[in-house]
C-alpha cells in the first residue's frame, strides 16, 4: 500500500501545452509539498500545504499553480508548458510540528519537447 | 537565508571500503538535519535524522552525528555495499518555515564490487 503516490510517472508533452500531475498520501499528514528536481539532481521546494492551506510558494513562475482538494492530496497544473519545465516533480507529505521527517512518491519526470 | 553544502561527487569506492560524506550547514535557530537517498529510478527515502545537538542518527550501517559547534552533519559507514550506490541529500528543515526540506545538492556514490 504506497505512502505517497504520483501519476502519472512519465509526461513527455509539447511546448505550450498544460498537463496535470497527481498526488495522494494515505499516511493521514496534514501537510504536502511539491519539490523540482534538475537535471543535475538538485532539489528545491516549490510549494507546501497545511490543511489545505497554501503555506510555501517559492519564486515559481504563475504558470504552476498547485491545488488542494483535501488534505490528502495536492495536484500541480502546469499551464503553457516550456522547454526549462523539465524535471522531475517530487510529492512529499509530512506531520506538521518538529522533528518530523518527509515521506516521498517516486516522482514524476516530465519532458517538454 | 538557510543553506546545505555537501561535498561534489561521483564518490567512487570499492567494496568495503569507509565512506564518509561531508555535510555543513547554514541556518539560525535550531533546525532538525537529515540524510535522505535515492536509488536509481526511485524517489527519495529518509536515510537518518537528528533533531539536536550531539544526537547521533543510525540506520542500515550508516551514522551521522550533529555537530551545532562545527555545523555539520557528516555521513559515514564503516564497509560499503554495491547494494549503497545512490545519490545523498543532506538536508535541513526548521518549523518556523513550515517545515520544508533545504537540500544540498547530493553526492552520487558508486560502489564497485
Known amino acids: 500500500d504506497t505512502a505517497v503516490s504520483q501519476t502519472p510517472k512519465y509526461l513527455v508533452t509539447q511546448m505550450g501545452n498544460d498537463k496535470s500531475i497527481k498526488c495522494e498520501q494515505n499516511?493521514?499528514?496534514?501537510?504536502m509539498y511539491w519539490y523540482k528536481q534538475d537535471s543535475k539532481k538538485f532539489l528545491k521546494i516549490m510549494f507546501s500545504y497545511n490543511n489545505k492551506e497554501l503555506i510555501i510558494n517559492e519564486t515559481v513562475p504563475n504558470r504552476f499553480s498547485p491545488k488542494s482538494p483535501d488534505k490528502a492530496h495536492l495536484n500541480l497544473h502546469i499551464n503553457s508548458l516550456e522547454l526549462g519545465d523539465s524535471a522531475v516533480y517530487f510529492c512529499?507529505?509530512?506531520?506538521?510540528?518538529?522533528?518530523?521527517?518527509?515521506?516521498f512518491g517516486q516522482g514524476t519526470r516530465l519532458t517538454v519537447v | 537565508g538557510d543553506s546545505v553544502t555537501q561535498m561534489e561527487g561521483p564518490v567512487t569506492l570499492s567494496e568495503e571500503a569507509f565512506l564518509t560524506i561531508n555535510c555543513t550547514y547554514t541556518?539560525?535557530?535550531?533546525?532538525?538535519l537529515f540524510w535522505y537517498v535515492q536509488y536509481p529510478g526511485e524517489g527519495l527515502q529518509l536515510l537518518l535524522k537528528?533533531?539536536?545537538?550531539?544526537d547521533k542518527g543510525s540506520n542500515k550501517g550508516f551514522e551521522a552525528t550533529y555537530r551545532k559547534e562545527t555545523t555539520s552533519f557528516h555521513l559515514e559507514k564503516g564497509s560499503v555495499q554495491v547494494s549503497d550506490s545512490a545519490v545523498y541529500f543532506c538536508?535541513?528543515?526548521?518549523?518556523?518555515?513550515?517545515?520544508?526540506?533545504?537540500f544540498g545538492a547530493g553526492t552520487i556514490l558508486r560502489v564497485k564490487s
Open positions: 537528528a533533531t539536536k545537538a550531539d
Open positions: 499516511l493521514g499528514h496534514d501537510t
Open positions: 538536508a535541513l528543515t526548521r518549523k518556523e518555515y513550515g517545515n520544508k526540506l533545504v
Open positions: 512529499a507529505s509530512s506531520q506538521s510540528g518538529r522533528d518530523t521527517e518527509a515521506f
Open positions: 541556518a539560525t535557530g535550531y533546525p532538525s
